[in-house]
């Protein structure tokens, strides 16, 4: 089983204030996806293969990454944007990271 | 537009079988992947496993001894028996949906909280 390894598990950020979460895989995987979740919601799609923007996505997100280490990117932190991330990869056994949890300062 | 809806208890007795039922309307189940996910008190998540449009599963070996995911394409709805339970099986359990094998579960159910206490 590959192992996801999310940092910061919390954080808090200033409105304007760029943000990197890190996801690192006990092994190589081939691109990364990313959910959003804030609380008393599901989880939803927000990044997926590795930086592709699900839809309704703000344009200030963006993803990169390769091998065993991938990042979601926050340009100018808004409130809006407080919530818990997560990493997920699709190799047999799916995996998700641990969380990040985004606050507002 | 794919909508997803759990429904089952939401308390269990430990060492019985924690059966859930989740509805699809707007989408029919014999197409793309079908799953199942757990998110525990603390935030952890864990994939519990899925079913393919042609009827095929696929479990994550933690459970593989205890995890049925079953469907009833009249009724386009999807199963999950889980069997032998413990209260390390508290957790919230969600269905959703996927494209494929490798992309992003892309539609989620609202969540069904299930407590295993005696």
């Known amino acids: 089983e590959i192992v996801l390894t999310q940092s910061p598990t919390t954080m808090t950020a200033s409105p304007g204030e760029k943000v990197t979460i890190t996801c690192r895989a006990s092994?190589?995987?081939?691109?990364m996806h990313w959910y959003q979740q804030k609380p008393g919601a599901s989880p939803k799609p927000w990044i997926y293969?590795?930086?592709k923007l699900a839809s309704g996505v703000p344009d200030r997100f963006s993803g990169s990454g390769s091998g065993t280490s991938y990042s979601l990117t926050i340009n100018n932190m808004e409130a809006e944007d407080a919530a818990t991330y997560y990493c997920?990869?699709?190799?047999?056994?799916?995996?998700f990271g641990g969380g990040t949890k985004l606050e507002l300062k | 537009e794919v909508q997803l809806q759990e429904s089952g208890p939401g308390l269990v007795k430990p060492s019985q079988s924690l059966s859930l039922t989740c509805s699809v309307t707007?989408?029919?189940?014999?197409?793309?992947?079908w799953g199942w996910i757990r998110k525990f008190p603390g935030n952890k998540m864990e994939w519990m496993g899925y079913?393919?449009?042609?009827?095929?599963?696929s479990y994550n070996p933690s459970l593989k001894s205890r995890i049925s995911i079953t469907r009833d394409t009249s009724k386009n709805q999807f199963f999950l028996q889980l069997n032998s339970v413990t209260t390390e099986d508290t957790a919230t359990y969600y269905c959703?949906?996927?494209?494929?094998?490798?992309?992003?579960?892309?539609?989620w159910g609202q969540g069904a909280s299930v407590t295993v206490s005696s």
């Open positions: 707007g989408y029919s189940i014999t197409s793309n992947y």
């Open positions: 079913i393919s449009y042609s009827g095929s599963t």
């Open positions: 092994s190589s995987v081939s691109y």
């Open positions: 959703a949906r996927c494209r494929s094998s490798y992309s992003p579960m892309d539609a």
């Open positions: 997920q990869q699709w190799n047999y056994p799916w995996t």
């Open positions: 293969e590795t930086s």
